[in-house]
Protein backbone atom coordinates (compact mmCIF):
# COMPACT_ATOMS: atom_id res chain seq x y z
CA UNK A 1 0.00 0.00 0.00
CA UNK A 2 0.74 3.73 -0.14
CA UNK A 3 2.85 5.89 -2.34
CA UNK A 4 4.07 9.06 -1.70
CA UNK A 5 6.65 9.72 -4.04
CA UNK A 6 10.55 10.21 -2.94
CA UNK A 7 12.50 11.32 -5.81
CA UNK A 8 15.42 13.57 -7.09
CA UNK A 9 14.14 16.82 -6.34
CA UNK A 10 10.99 16.25 -5.02
CA UNK A 11 10.02 14.75 -1.90
CA UNK A 12 12.86 15.20 0.90
CA UNK A 13 14.49 11.78 1.72
CA UNK A 14 13.44 13.24 5.09
CA UNK A 15 10.01 12.23 4.57
CA UNK A 16 10.71 8.57 3.76
CA UNK A 17 13.12 8.42 6.52
CA UNK A 18 10.06 8.93 8.64
CA UNK A 19 8.20 5.72 6.75
CA UNK A 20 11.27 3.62 6.94
CA UNK A 21 9.80 1.36 9.88
CA UNK A 22 12.09 2.14 12.47
CA UNK A 23 11.55 -0.68 14.76
CA UNK A 24 8.88 -0.08 16.89
CA UNK A 25 10.34 0.09 20.50
CA UNK A 26 8.71 -1.95 23.00
CA UNK A 27 5.65 -0.44 24.79
CA UNK A 28 7.30 0.65 28.43
CA UNK A 29 6.16 -1.62 31.35
CA UNK A 30 3.45 -0.50 33.15
CA UNK A 31 5.72 1.27 36.08
CA UNK A 32 7.84 3.48 33.48
CA UNK A 33 4.73 4.35 32.15
CA UNK A 34 3.52 5.59 35.02
CA UNK A 35 6.30 7.28 35.91
CA UNK A 36 6.34 9.00 32.77
CA UNK A 37 3.05 10.27 33.23
CA UNK A 38 3.59 11.76 36.90
CA UNK A 39 6.61 13.56 35.40
CA UNK A 40 4.42 14.87 32.69
CA UNK A 41 1.85 16.16 35.07
CA UNK A 42 4.42 18.47 36.47
CA UNK A 43 5.99 20.79 34.14
CA UNK A 44 6.57 19.44 31.02
CA UNK A 45 9.89 19.52 29.68
CA UNK A 46 11.56 21.04 26.45
CA UNK A 47 14.38 20.21 24.75
CA UNK A 48 16.87 23.35 24.65
CA UNK A 49 17.21 23.56 20.97
CA UNK A 50 13.76 23.54 20.13
CA UNK A 51 14.16 27.14 18.58
CA UNK A 52 16.79 25.76 16.52
CA UNK A 53 14.55 22.77 15.75
CA UNK A 54 12.12 25.41 14.30
CA UNK A 55 14.03 27.52 12.16
CA UNK A 56 14.80 24.35 10.00
CA UNK A 57 11.26 25.21 8.92
CA UNK A 58 11.14 28.54 7.28
CA UNK A 59 7.74 30.43 7.16
CA UNK A 60 6.42 30.43 3.12
CA UNK A 61 3.68 31.88 1.60
CA UNK A 62 1.77 28.94 -0.32
CA UNK A 63 -0.07 31.21 -3.06
CA UNK A 64 -2.20 30.93 -5.81
CA UNK A 65 -3.43 33.02 -8.83
CA UNK A 66 -6.58 34.38 -7.73
CA UNK A 67 -7.49 35.09 -11.27
CA UNK A 68 -7.51 31.17 -12.01
CA UNK A 69 -10.60 30.52 -9.73
CA UNK A 70 -13.70 30.93 -11.13
CA UNK A 71 -16.39 32.27 -9.18
CA UNK A 72 -18.08 28.94 -8.83
CA UNK A 73 -15.27 27.48 -7.81
CA UNK A 74 -14.56 30.20 -4.83
CA UNK A 75 -17.67 28.70 -3.39
CA UNK A 76 -16.97 24.95 -3.49
CA UNK A 77 -13.38 26.01 -2.14
CA UNK A 78 -14.38 27.77 0.96
CA UNK A 79 -16.74 24.63 1.60
CA UNK A 80 -13.46 22.00 1.19
CA UNK A 81 -11.29 24.21 3.68
CA UNK A 82 -14.16 23.60 6.31
CA UNK A 83 -14.36 20.32 5.48
CA UNK A 84 -10.37 19.79 5.59
CA UNK A 85 -9.64 21.80 8.92
CA UNK A 86 -12.24 18.97 10.29
CA UNK A 87 -10.04 16.29 8.86
CA UNK A 88 -7.16 18.14 10.40
CA UNK A 89 -8.92 17.64 14.15
CA UNK A 90 -9.10 14.02 13.29
CA UNK A 91 -5.48 13.32 12.37
CA UNK A 92 -4.44 14.95 15.84
CA UNK A 93 -6.31 12.18 17.15
CA UNK A 94 -4.64 9.40 15.42
CA UNK A 95 -1.34 10.36 15.70
CA UNK A 96 -1.52 9.52 19.60
CA UNK A 97 -4.18 9.18 22.60
CA UNK A 98 -2.26 12.00 24.56
CA UNK A 99 -1.71 15.01 22.27
CA UNK A 100 -4.39 17.15 22.38
CA UNK A 101 -4.00 17.07 26.38
CA UNK A 102 -0.35 18.10 25.89
CA UNK A 103 -0.96 20.96 23.66
CA UNK A 104 -3.32 22.57 26.62
CA UNK A 105 -0.85 21.86 29.02
CA UNK A 106 1.77 23.64 26.87
CA UNK A 107 -0.33 26.47 26.39
CA UNK A 108 -1.29 26.50 30.05
CA UNK A 109 2.19 26.34 31.50
CA UNK A 110 3.13 29.66 29.03
CA UNK A 111 5.53 27.74 27.18
CA UNK A 112 7.46 29.69 24.35
CA UNK A 113 6.19 30.34 21.52
CA UNK A 114 8.99 27.99 19.91
CA UNK A 115 7.77 25.16 21.37
CA UNK A 116 4.27 25.67 20.28
CA UNK A 117 5.10 26.38 16.93
CA UNK A 118 7.50 23.58 16.57
CA UNK A 119 4.81 20.68 18.33
CA UNK A 120 2.02 22.40 15.50
CA UNK A 121 4.57 21.93 13.14
CA UNK A 122 5.34 18.10 14.16
CA UNK A 123 1.62 17.84 15.25
CA UNK A 124 2.36 16.38 18.60
CA UNK A 125 5.58 16.37 21.34
CA UNK A 126 7.67 13.90 19.17
CA UNK A 127 10.18 14.93 16.34
CA UNK A 128 9.62 13.36 13.21
CA UNK A 129 13.22 14.16 12.02
CA UNK A 130 14.52 12.45 14.53
CA UNK A 131 12.73 8.85 14.82
CA UNK A 132 10.07 10.43 17.13
CA UNK A 133 12.29 11.29 19.89
CA UNK A 134 9.89 13.38 22.25
CA UNK A 135 11.10 17.20 22.63
CA UNK A 136 8.35 18.14 25.18
CA UNK A 137 8.26 15.61 28.14
CA UNK A 138 9.56 12.40 28.44
CA UNK A 139 6.42 9.96 27.48
CA UNK A 140 7.79 7.56 24.41
CA UNK A 141 5.55 7.77 21.24
CA UNK A 142 3.35 4.72 20.96
CA UNK A 143 4.34 2.96 17.83
CA UNK A 144 0.86 2.37 16.72
CA UNK A 145 -0.14 5.83 17.50
CA UNK A 146 -3.38 6.41 18.24
CA UNK A 147 -5.09 3.42 16.60
CA UNK A 148 -4.88 1.16 18.87
CA UNK A 149 -4.87 0.97 22.93
CA UNK A 150 -1.60 1.88 24.21
CA UNK A 151 -0.91 -1.58 26.10
CA UNK A 152 -1.77 -3.62 22.95
CA UNK A 153 1.30 -5.52 21.33
CA UNK A 154 1.83 -6.55 17.99
CA UNK A 155 1.77 -10.22 19.15
CA UNK A 156 -1.37 -9.91 20.81
CA UNK A 157 -3.06 -8.05 17.54
CA UNK A 158 -1.99 -11.16 15.82
CA UNK A 159 -3.04 -13.78 18.06
CA UNK A 160 -6.60 -11.99 17.62
CA UNK A 161 -6.13 -11.86 13.72
CA UNK A 162 -5.47 -15.92 14.05
CA UNK A 163 -7.93 -16.73 16.76
CA UNK A 164 -11.07 -14.88 15.18
CA UNK A 165 -10.54 -15.01 11.65
CA UNK A 166 -14.33 -13.67 10.85
CA UNK A 167 -12.81 -10.40 12.00
CA UNK A 168 -9.39 -10.53 10.58
CA UNK A 169 -10.02 -8.30 8.21
CA UNK A 170 -11.81 -5.55 10.46
CA UNK A 171 -9.16 -6.30 12.77
CA UNK A 172 -6.60 -5.62 10.27
CA UNK A 173 -8.68 -2.91 8.25
CA UNK A 174 -7.62 -0.10 6.76
CA UNK A 175 -9.97 1.67 7.92
CA UNK A 176 -10.74 0.33 11.91
CA UNK A 177 -9.22 1.71 14.78
CA UNK A 178 -8.88 -0.82 17.40
CA UNK A 179 -10.15 -0.58 21.08
CA UNK A 180 -9.94 -2.21 23.82
CA UNK A 181 -13.33 -3.32 25.44
CA UNK A 182 -14.05 -5.14 28.56
CA UNK A 183 -10.30 -6.93 27.88
CA UNK A 184 -11.23 -7.59 24.19
CA UNK A 185 -9.81 -5.78 21.17
CA UNK A 186 -12.51 -4.68 19.15
CA UNK A 187 -12.36 -2.93 15.57
CA UNK A 188 -14.37 0.05 15.24
CA UNK A 189 -14.93 1.42 12.08
CA UNK A 190 -13.42 5.48 11.20
CA UNK A 191 -17.14 6.32 10.57
CA UNK A 192 -18.50 5.38 13.90
CA UNK A 193 -14.80 6.04 15.99
CA UNK A 194 -15.21 9.54 14.47
CA UNK A 195 -18.57 10.13 13.63
CA UNK A 196 -19.85 13.03 14.68
CA UNK A 197 -16.52 14.83 12.49
CA UNK A 198 -17.10 13.01 9.48
CA UNK A 199 -20.71 13.19 9.35
CA UNK A 200 -20.15 17.66 9.32
CA UNK A 201 -17.24 16.60 6.85
CA UNK A 202 -19.73 14.80 4.99
CA UNK A 203 -22.39 17.38 4.80
CA UNK A 204 -19.37 19.93 3.75
CA UNK A 205 -18.74 18.29 0.92
CA UNK A 206 -22.29 17.46 -0.14
CA UNK A 207 -22.78 21.22 -0.23
CA UNK A 208 -19.52 21.84 -2.14
CA UNK A 209 -20.78 19.63 -4.79
CA UNK A 210 -24.20 21.64 -5.38
CA UNK A 211 -21.55 24.36 -6.52
CA UNK A 212 -19.17 22.23 -8.55
CA UNK A 213 -19.62 22.59 -12.17
CA UNK A 214 -17.61 19.81 -13.30
CA UNK A 215 -19.62 16.21 -13.59
CA UNK A 216 -16.69 14.14 -12.44
CA UNK A 217 -15.86 16.45 -9.65
CA UNK A 218 -19.48 16.89 -8.25
CA UNK A 219 -19.50 12.53 -8.33
CA UNK A 220 -16.32 12.63 -6.58
CA UNK A 221 -17.95 14.86 -3.76
CA UNK A 222 -20.99 13.40 -2.93
CA UNK A 223 -19.13 9.15 -3.54
CA UNK A 224 -16.39 10.82 -0.58
CA UNK A 225 -19.60 12.09 1.32
CA UNK A 226 -21.39 8.64 1.48
CA UNK A 227 -17.77 6.93 1.82
CA UNK A 228 -17.09 9.40 5.21
CA UNK A 229 -20.87 7.63 6.44
CA UNK A 230 -20.51 4.47 5.25
CA UNK A 231 -16.91 3.48 5.40
CA UNK A 232 -16.40 1.88 1.77
CA UNK A 233 -14.05 4.42 0.21
CA UNK A 234 -13.76 2.24 -2.99
CA UNK A 235 -16.46 4.10 -5.22
CA UNK A 236 -14.57 7.17 -4.47
CA UNK A 237 -11.33 6.22 -4.92
CA UNK A 238 -12.74 4.80 -8.30
CA UNK A 239 -14.60 8.41 -8.99
CA UNK A 240 -11.16 10.36 -7.95
CA UNK A 241 -9.17 8.34 -11.01
CA UNK A 242 -12.08 9.96 -13.09
CA UNK A 243 -11.58 13.92 -12.59
CA UNK A 244 -9.84 14.22 -15.74
CA UNK A 245 -9.34 18.21 -16.57
CA UNK A 246 -11.46 19.44 -13.53
CA UNK A 247 -9.68 22.75 -12.78
CA UNK A 248 -10.05 21.43 -9.14
CA UNK A 249 -7.97 18.22 -7.82
CA UNK A 250 -9.10 17.33 -4.80
CA UNK A 251 -7.74 14.71 -2.57
CA UNK A 252 -9.78 14.02 1.03
CA UNK A 253 -9.76 11.31 3.61
CA UNK A 254 -7.60 8.51 4.96
CA UNK A 255 -4.65 7.17 2.36
CA UNK A 256 -1.41 6.87 3.78
CA UNK A 257 -0.20 3.73 6.83
CA UNK A 258 2.82 5.18 7.99
CA UNK A 259 1.99 6.94 10.96
CA UNK A 260 1.17 3.16 12.08
CA UNK A 261 4.35 1.73 12.99
CA UNK A 262 3.15 -0.66 14.96
CA UNK A 263 1.51 -2.93 12.29
CA UNK A 264 1.58 -0.25 8.83
CA UNK A 265 -2.33 -1.15 8.58
CA UNK A 266 -4.13 2.11 9.54
CA UNK A 267 -4.74 5.07 7.00
CA UNK A 268 -4.34 8.13 8.39
CA UNK A 269 -6.25 11.30 7.60
CA UNK A 270 -5.12 13.80 5.39
CA UNK A 271 -6.65 16.31 2.76
CA UNK A 272 -5.21 18.54 -0.25
CA UNK A 273 -6.96 20.99 -2.19
CA UNK A 274 -5.45 21.89 -5.28
CA UNK A 275 -5.72 23.73 -8.36
CA UNK A 276 -4.72 22.52 -11.97
CA UNK A 277 -1.93 24.42 -13.61
CA UNK A 278 -2.48 25.08 -16.57
CA UNK A 279 0.74 26.02 -18.27
CA UNK A 280 2.77 22.91 -17.00
CA UNK A 281 -0.50 20.84 -17.81
CA UNK A 282 0.28 22.59 -21.15
CA UNK A 283 3.65 21.70 -21.57
CA UNK A 284 3.57 17.94 -19.94
CA UNK A 285 1.18 16.96 -23.27
CA UNK A 286 3.52 18.29 -25.43
CA UNK A 287 6.05 16.64 -24.12
CA UNK A 288 3.82 13.39 -24.62
CA UNK A 289 3.31 13.96 -28.03
CA UNK A 290 6.98 12.41 -28.65
CA UNK A 291 6.87 9.98 -25.99
CA UNK A 292 7.32 7.72 -29.43
CA UNK A 293 10.29 9.50 -31.09
CA UNK A 294 12.06 9.74 -27.48
CA UNK A 295 11.26 6.11 -26.92
CA UNK A 296 13.58 5.38 -30.15
CA UNK A 297 16.19 7.49 -28.85
CA UNK A 298 16.99 5.81 -25.72
CA UNK A 299 19.98 4.18 -25.84
CA UNK A 300 18.52 0.27 -25.63
CA UNK A 301 18.99 -2.05 -28.62
CA UNK A 302 15.56 -2.34 -30.18
CA UNK A 303 15.09 -6.19 -29.46
CA UNK A 304 14.93 -5.10 -25.61
CA UNK A 305 12.21 -2.83 -26.02
CA UNK A 306 9.11 -4.17 -24.50
CA UNK A 307 5.13 -2.94 -24.48
CA UNK A 308 4.19 -1.40 -20.78
CA UNK A 309 0.93 -1.33 -19.39
CA UNK A 310 -0.96 2.20 -19.57
CA UNK A 311 1.62 4.94 -17.98
CA UNK A 312 -0.39 6.28 -15.09
CA UNK A 313 -1.54 10.11 -15.53
CA UNK A 314 0.34 13.12 -14.36
CA UNK A 315 -1.21 16.20 -12.99
CA UNK A 316 0.38 19.07 -12.08
CA UNK A 317 -0.99 21.21 -9.74
CA UNK A 318 -1.12 24.45 -7.55
CA UNK A 319 -1.57 23.72 -3.57
CA UNK A 320 -4.57 25.97 -2.14
CA UNK A 321 -4.67 24.01 1.11
CA UNK A 322 -3.72 20.84 3.40
CA UNK A 323 -4.60 19.10 6.38
CA UNK A 324 -3.42 16.11 8.65
CA UNK A 325 -0.99 13.33 7.75
CA UNK A 326 0.15 15.44 4.65
CA UNK A 327 1.10 18.88 6.45
CA UNK A 328 2.85 17.29 9.45
CA UNK A 329 6.54 17.24 9.08
CA UNK A 330 8.53 17.89 5.73
CA UNK A 331 5.62 18.55 3.04
CA UNK A 332 4.54 16.61 0.75
CA UNK A 333 5.93 17.78 -3.15
CA UNK A 334 4.03 14.67 -5.19
CA UNK A 335 2.20 11.87 -4.57
CA UNK A 336 0.44 8.82 -5.82
CA UNK A 337 -2.54 7.95 -5.56
CA UNK A 338 -5.25 5.85 -4.72
CA UNK A 339 -3.74 3.13 -2.50
CA UNK A 340 -6.62 0.97 -3.17
CA UNK A 341 -5.02 -2.48 -5.69
CA UNK A 342 -8.36 -2.58 -6.93
CA UNK A 343 -8.71 0.71 -7.90
CA UNK A 344 -5.29 0.27 -9.43
CA UNK A 345 -5.60 -2.76 -11.69
CA UNK A 346 -8.73 -1.25 -12.91
CA UNK A 347 -7.41 2.32 -13.27
CA UNK A 348 -4.62 2.59 -12.73
CA UNK A 349 -3.33 5.61 -10.10
CA UNK A 350 -2.44 8.87 -10.64
CA UNK A 351 0.60 10.88 -10.30
CA UNK A 352 -0.08 14.51 -8.33
CA UNK A 353 2.54 17.31 -8.66
CA UNK A 354 2.30 20.42 -6.60
CA UNK A 355 3.96 23.20 -8.25
CA UNK A 356 3.91 26.15 -6.26
CA UNK A 357 5.42 23.75 -3.01
CA UNK A 358 8.41 22.28 -5.42
CA UNK A 359 9.27 26.27 -6.27
CA UNK A 360 9.16 26.91 -2.29
CA UNK A 361 11.37 24.02 -1.37
CA UNK A 362 13.69 24.98 -4.46
CA UNK A 363 14.23 28.79 -3.65
CA UNK A 364 14.14 27.72 0.25
CA UNK A 365 16.24 24.37 0.12
CA UNK A 366 17.56 23.82 -3.03
CA UNK A 367 18.96 27.44 -4.48
CA UNK A 368 21.01 28.07 -0.40
CA UNK A 369 22.54 24.48 -1.15
CA UNK A 370 23.54 25.31 -4.79
CA UNK A 371 25.17 28.48 -3.33
CA UNK A 372 27.45 26.40 -1.11
CA UNK A 373 28.09 23.51 -3.43
CA UNK A 374 28.52 24.28 -6.84
CA UNK A 375 30.93 26.43 -9.16
CA UNK A 376 29.63 30.02 -8.52
CA UNK A 377 29.59 30.36 -12.56
CA UNK A 378 26.56 28.01 -12.54
CA UNK A 379 24.45 29.28 -10.39
CA UNK A 380 22.58 31.56 -12.79
CA UNK A 381 21.87 28.31 -14.78
CA UNK A 382 19.65 26.73 -11.86
CA UNK A 383 16.49 27.77 -12.76
CA UNK A 384 13.01 26.68 -11.30
CA UNK A 385 11.67 26.26 -14.80
CA UNK A 386 13.97 23.73 -15.69
CA UNK A 387 14.44 22.15 -12.10
CA UNK A 388 10.46 21.24 -12.30
CA UNK A 389 10.96 20.34 -16.09
CA UNK A 390 13.81 17.73 -14.57
CA UNK A 391 11.12 16.46 -12.05
CA UNK A 392 8.44 15.63 -14.70
CA UNK A 393 11.07 14.06 -17.32
CA UNK A 394 12.33 11.92 -14.49
CA UNK A 395 8.50 11.01 -14.00
CA UNK A 396 7.19 10.29 -17.39
CA UNK A 397 10.69 8.02 -17.96
CA UNK A 398 9.64 5.93 -15.43
CA UNK A 399 7.23 4.70 -18.00
CA UNK A 400 9.79 4.11 -20.15
CA UNK A 401 12.55 1.35 -20.83
CA UNK A 402 11.83 -2.52 -19.96
CA UNK A 403 9.35 -3.19 -17.72
CA UNK A 404 8.44 -6.68 -18.58
CA UNK A 405 10.87 -8.92 -19.46
CA UNK A 406 11.97 -12.40 -20.49
CA UNK A 407 14.99 -14.08 -19.03
CA UNK A 408 16.18 -17.18 -20.64
CA UNK A 409 12.66 -17.84 -21.57
CA UNK A 410 11.07 -17.04 -18.32
CA UNK A 411 8.13 -14.21 -18.42
CA UNK A 412 8.74 -12.00 -15.47
CA UNK A 413 9.45 -7.84 -14.44
CA UNK A 414 12.71 -6.12 -14.21
CA UNK A 415 11.07 -5.48 -10.23
CA UNK A 416 10.82 -9.21 -9.99
CA UNK A 417 14.33 -9.76 -10.71
CA UNK A 418 16.23 -7.19 -9.31
CA UNK A 419 14.53 -7.59 -6.14
CA UNK A 420 15.86 -5.46 -2.95
CA UNK A 421 18.15 -3.38 -5.70
CA UNK A 422 14.95 -2.31 -7.81
CA UNK A 423 13.93 0.98 -6.18
CA UNK A 424 17.59 2.04 -6.86
CA UNK A 425 17.91 1.45 -10.01
CA UNK A 426 14.67 2.58 -10.80
CA UNK A 427 15.32 5.66 -9.76
CA UNK A 428 18.32 6.26 -10.97
CA UNK A 429 17.19 5.33 -14.60
CA UNK A 430 14.12 7.78 -14.67
CA UNK A 431 16.83 10.77 -13.86
CA UNK A 432 18.89 9.31 -16.12
CA UNK A 433 16.87 8.81 -18.68
CA UNK A 434 15.30 11.86 -18.14
CA UNK A 435 18.54 13.42 -19.30
CA UNK A 436 18.76 11.66 -22.17
CA UNK A 437 14.81 12.38 -22.90
CA UNK A 438 15.61 16.32 -21.94
CA UNK A 439 18.54 16.52 -24.43
CA UNK A 440 16.63 14.98 -27.38
CA UNK A 441 13.76 17.34 -26.56
CA UNK A 442 15.42 20.20 -26.53
CA UNK A 443 17.11 19.22 -29.54
CA UNK A 444 13.56 19.13 -31.15
CA UNK A 445 12.27 22.35 -30.13
CA UNK A 446 10.06 20.90 -27.79
CA UNK A 447 11.85 22.07 -25.13
CA UNK A 448 13.28 25.67 -24.87
CA UNK A 449 17.21 25.71 -26.04
CA UNK A 450 18.77 27.65 -23.08
CA UNK A 451 18.22 24.31 -21.15
CA UNK A 452 20.64 22.62 -22.62
CA UNK A 453 23.13 24.90 -20.52
CA UNK A 454 20.82 24.57 -17.37
CA UNK A 455 19.74 21.28 -17.21
CA UNK A 456 22.81 20.04 -16.63
CA UNK A 457 23.62 22.78 -13.96
CA UNK A 458 20.37 22.15 -12.14
CA UNK A 459 20.50 18.50 -12.24
CA UNK A 460 23.89 18.99 -10.23
CA UNK A 461 22.39 21.12 -7.57
CA UNK A 462 19.83 18.99 -7.17
CA UNK A 463 21.98 15.95 -6.10
CA UNK A 464 23.52 17.61 -3.29
CA UNK A 465 19.60 18.10 -1.97
CA UNK A 466 18.45 14.65 -2.48
CA UNK A 467 21.99 13.02 -0.99
CA UNK A 468 21.98 15.47 1.97
CA UNK A 469 19.41 13.34 4.01
CA UNK A 470 21.48 9.82 3.57
CA UNK A 471 22.39 7.76 1.06
CA UNK A 472 20.40 4.38 2.19
CA UNK A 473 17.24 4.75 0.98
CA UNK A 474 15.99 4.31 -2.73
CA UNK A 475 16.49 7.61 -4.16
CA UNK A 476 19.56 9.19 -2.06
CA UNK A 477 21.13 5.56 -3.15
CA UNK A 478 20.24 6.48 -6.92
CA UNK A 479 21.27 9.60 -7.10
CA UNK A 480 24.72 8.77 -5.25
CA UNK A 481 25.67 6.16 -8.40
CA UNK A 482 24.90 8.57 -10.96
CA UNK A 483 27.24 11.55 -9.30
CA UNK A 484 29.46 8.88 -8.71
CA UNK A 485 29.57 8.03 -11.95
CA UNK A 486 29.68 10.94 -14.06
CA UNK A 487 32.33 12.03 -11.47
CA UNK A 488 34.59 9.23 -12.12
CA UNK A 489 34.18 9.56 -16.26
CA UNK A 490 34.44 13.55 -15.96
CA UNK A 491 31.23 15.01 -16.43
CA UNK A 492 31.27 16.36 -13.13
CA UNK A 493 34.24 17.91 -11.96
CA UNK A 494 36.01 19.02 -8.96
CA UNK A 495 37.75 21.89 -7.78
CA UNK A 496 40.15 21.42 -5.08
CA UNK A 497 40.82 25.81 -4.32
CA UNK A 498 37.03 26.71 -4.26
CA UNK A 499 35.69 22.99 -2.85
CA UNK A 500 32.74 23.20 -5.34
CA UNK A 501 31.72 20.64 -8.27
CA UNK A 502 31.43 22.60 -11.49
CA UNK A 503 30.18 20.44 -15.00
CA UNK A 504 31.98 19.84 -18.36
CA UNK A 505 29.43 20.26 -21.14
CA UNK A 506 31.67 18.26 -23.59
CA UNK A 507 31.18 15.32 -22.18
CA UNK A 508 28.07 15.70 -20.19
CA UNK A 509 25.33 14.56 -22.36
CA UNK A 510 27.65 11.45 -23.90
CA UNK A 511 28.63 10.01 -20.10
CA UNK A 512 24.99 10.48 -19.23
CA UNK A 513 23.96 8.42 -22.25
CA UNK A 514 26.82 5.85 -21.34
CA UNK A 515 25.66 5.55 -18.35
CA UNK A 516 21.50 5.50 -19.16
CA UNK A 517 22.74 2.83 -21.77
CA UNK A 518 24.50 0.75 -18.70
CA UNK A 519 20.95 1.11 -16.69
CA UNK A 520 17.93 0.45 -19.47
CA UNK A 521 20.19 -2.93 -20.71
CA UNK A 522 20.79 -4.28 -17.15
CA UNK A 523 16.88 -3.83 -16.36
CA UNK A 524 16.27 -5.70 -20.03
CA UNK A 525 18.18 -8.35 -18.92
CA UNK A 526 16.75 -8.61 -15.50
CA UNK A 527 20.62 -8.94 -14.25
CA UNK A 528 20.78 -8.55 -10.59
CA UNK A 529 24.18 -9.17 -10.31
CA UNK A 530 24.85 -6.15 -12.80
CA UNK A 531 22.80 -3.78 -10.53
CA UNK A 532 24.74 -4.70 -7.28
CA UNK A 533 27.93 -4.30 -9.06
CA UNK A 534 26.87 -1.01 -10.09
CA UNK A 535 25.96 -0.09 -7.08
CA UNK A 536 28.84 -1.51 -5.14
CA UNK A 537 30.89 0.09 -7.73
CA UNK A 538 29.08 4.10 -7.80
CA UNK A 539 27.01 3.92 -4.18
CA UNK A 540 29.63 5.64 -2.07
CA UNK A 541 29.92 8.67 -0.53
CA UNK A 542 33.45 9.99 -1.88
CA UNK A 543 35.72 12.96 0.40
CA UNK A 544 34.94 15.70 -2.25
CA UNK A 545 30.83 14.96 -1.39
CA UNK A 546 31.94 14.77 2.13
CA UNK A 547 33.20 18.07 2.18
CA UNK A 548 30.91 19.72 0.44
CA UNK A 549 27.79 17.95 2.52
CA UNK A 550 29.52 19.37 5.67
CA UNK A 551 29.06 22.81 4.41
CA UNK A 552 25.09 22.55 4.25
CA UNK A 553 24.67 22.70 7.90
CA UNK A 554 22.84 26.46 8.16
CA UNK A 555 20.12 25.48 5.35
CA UNK A 556 17.02 24.82 6.10
CA UNK A 557 15.26 21.21 6.09
CA UNK A 558 11.36 22.69 4.62
CA UNK A 559 9.32 25.23 4.31
CA UNK A 560 6.59 25.91 6.94
CA UNK A 561 3.49 26.37 4.75
CA UNK A 562 1.14 29.82 5.53
CA UNK A 563 -1.70 29.34 2.93
CA UNK A 564 -3.09 32.43 1.76
CA UNK A 565 -6.32 31.09 1.03
CA UNK A 566 -6.99 31.35 4.35
CA UNK A 567 -7.31 34.80 3.96
CA UNK A 568 -8.08 35.40 0.53
CA UNK A 569 -11.23 33.11 0.77
CA UNK A 570 -12.89 36.17 3.41
CA UNK A 571 -13.79 38.28 0.88
CA UNK A 572 -15.26 35.24 -1.72
ZN1 LIG B 1 11.00 8.35 -9.27
Redesign the pocket.
Known amino acids: MSKR????A?TLTLALAGCKSSKPAAPPSEEKKEQAQTVDKDTLKIADDVAQRLEQFVPTDIDFDEKLVSQKDRKVLVKLVEAARIIDDIYLDQVGPSVRGVRAQLVEQKAPAAALGYFDIMYGPWDRLKNDDPFIGTRPKPPGAGFYPEDMTKQELEEQIKQRPAEAEALKGYFTVIRREEGKLVPVPYAKAYEDRLKRAAALLREAATFATHAPLKAYLEKRAAAFLSNDYYESDMAWMDLGDSSLEIVIGPYEVYEDKLMGYKAAFEAFINLRDPDYSARLQKLARFNEEVEKNLPLDAKYHTKRGTASPISVVIELFTAGDTRAGVQTAAFNLPNDERVRTKKGSKKVMLKNVTEAKFNRVLVPIAKQAIDEKLLERVDFDTYFTEILL??M??GMGPGQINVEGRETSVNAELKELYPAI??CK??ITGLVNGAFLIKKGALPKEMAERLPATYLAGVFRAVRFGTEEA?GK?VLVAFNYLFRKGAITFDDKTGRFGVTYERFDKVVRELDGELLLLQAKGSYADAKKLIEDYGTVQPQMKQVLGRLTGVPVDIRPRYTIEQKMKAW
Request: charged share 25%; net charge negative; aromatic share 14%.
Open positions: IFWTIHEAHEEADHA
